[in-house]
């Protein structure tokens, strides 16, 4: 007796500090779409999907640049020691004096024409690859709001959980105090009390439990989607009140089919490979651009004695560059890039298979969660119904104590299953829009 005052006494205290802890937090009623806009603006696990999406940004530009023409220019000063001159035998020593001061000026400037599709290729890869990056975000994006919808549902599960399991503490202290009522006047055992402070205890404990979820769920949502960190979510209540749509499972395959962002970004890995295959075909053709170069250089070297002037010159033109090693190295890059592009397909039909098997599975159980409901629901009234029974039973000594604590915990059970199944609803709906690319 003195362990259970004694157990109840340091649960009451554990409350008792987790209240106190809880000061300074703020409560407030957050719906689900606000979440998601707030971890769209300050979630630190989204930031670097949109930082990588500025990059490839960055790199469309860069691949753009290729068209620009291609201008050098170059610039030298010299100091130029003296020459000697002799004969072909080394014999016959001479001195030759030169200008000392040498400088140099030159531009070049070349417009590419043709490259064999490089340059577009280059730009056209860039844009798929940018593309492919803002499916990536969306995937991610994605990725969170479902967690963040776990971590809302869970709270509110948790708390509708904590609000059921104290209710059920309530009734048990007050049915402990008529046992113990009843202990005095001679007609209940000392193993009945024992037996329900028991149960007490398990119900007080089921609370610190509960408590201790709910601020672990707390701070993983409050985290993610970026809220102040004194914020104590509460969930929308309204949110079990909506009326969800009820499609078959052709209408979400569609939708999946078209706005899936794991389908999207397979067929942008589809579509890089291929554009990977045409820049190694225009490895095999020639490169043509206008070219256009001036200089202007002192002294002039090439005379004996030098001539201490400057020459200038310029010509424009045109140039061909062909790298004829391509004709036997540029086959086993196509060849690895045609294998690439295989392998982006295959990996396209296998993201598309497992998509249409999470929808099926989700509206499988998206359907079945409104029939668990209706058996949970009938389930409630049948535990409230025996233990109303078995209470006035048991206060008439035509029941045992076991059958009060069976009772019990049969409505705390059927309650519980209860606000599992109306949550399961919300969650399996948020998992169909979460497959096929909608949430």
């Not at 109840?8 to 008792?16: D, E, N, S, Y």
């Not at 209470?391 to 705390?412: E, F, G």
Request: glycine share 6%; net charge neutral; aromatic share 8%.
């Amino acid at each position: 007796m003195n362990n259970l005052r004694l157990l109840t006494g340091l649960l009451a205290a554990t409350l008792l500090s987790g209240g106190l802890c809880a000061v300074g937090q703020t409560s407030k009623v957050i719906t689900l779409e606000e979440i998601f806009e707030s971890a769209e603006a300050n979630s630190a696990q989204l930031r670097p999907a949109f930082t990588a999406t500025k990059e490839a940004e960055r790199e469309v530009s860069v691949a753009r640049s290729g068209r620009l023409p291609e201008i050098t220019s170059t610039l030298s000063l010299s100091y130029i020691g003296d020459g000697f001159i002799t004969k072909r035998d080394l014999s016959g020593y001479e001195k030759a004096p030169i200008p000392h001061f040498g400088n140099g000026l030159s531009v070049s400037v070349t417009q590419p024409v043709y490259t064999g599709g490089a340059i577009t290729s280059a730009i056209d890869m860039a844009e798929l690859k940018l593309t492919a990056s803002r499916y990536a975000t969306d995937f991610r994006r994605d990725n969170i709001r479902f967690q963040l919808t776990g971590f809302y549902l869970d709270i509110y599960k948790y708390s509708n959980l904590r609000r059921v399991v104290a209710s059920n503490l309530d009734q048990a202290r007050k049915l402990l105090k008529d046992i113990r009522a009843r202990y005095d006047e001679g007609v209940a055992l000392q193993n009945d009390i024992t037996r329900y402070e028991l149960l007490v205890s398990n119900l007080e404990l089921q609370i610190v439990k509960i408590d201790n979820t709910l601020g672990i769920l707390n701070n993983n949502l409050v985290t993610i989607a970026g809220l102040p960190e004194s914020t104590v979510v509460v969930p929308d209540s309204t949110i079990l009140a909506r009326s969800l749509p009820t499609e078959g499972e052709g209408w979400w395959q569609e939708e999946a089919t078209l706005n899936s962002p794991s389908i999207k970004l397979a067929k942008s890995g589809v579509d890089i490979s291929r554009k990977a295959e045409a820049l190694a075909k225009s490895e095999r053709l020639p490169k043509i651009g206008l070219q256009a170069f001036w200089t202007i250089d002192g002294p002039i070297l090439v005379e004996v004695p030098p001539i201490n002037r400057n020459l200038s010159y310029w010509y424009v033109g045109v140039g061909v560059n062909y790298n004829i090693s391509s004709l036997f190295k540029s086959n086993k890059k196509l060849a690895r890039s045609r294998v690439s592009t295989m392998l982006a397909s295959d990996e396209l039909a296998a993201t598309r298979e497992s998509v249409e098997m999470s929808v099926r599975a989700d509206h499988i159980r998206y359907m079945e969660a409104y029939e668990e409901l209706k058996t949970r629901t009938k389930g409630v009234e049948l535990a409230d119904r025996n233990y109303s029974t078995v209470s006035t039973r048991y206060l008439t000594d035509m029941a045992l104590i076991t059958d009060m604590l069976d009772a019990a915990n049969s409505k705390l059970d059927a309650e519980q299953q209860l606000v599992n199944a109306r949550i399961d609803i919300i969650y399996y709906y948020y998992k169909l829009l979460f497959t096929s690319g909608k949430i």
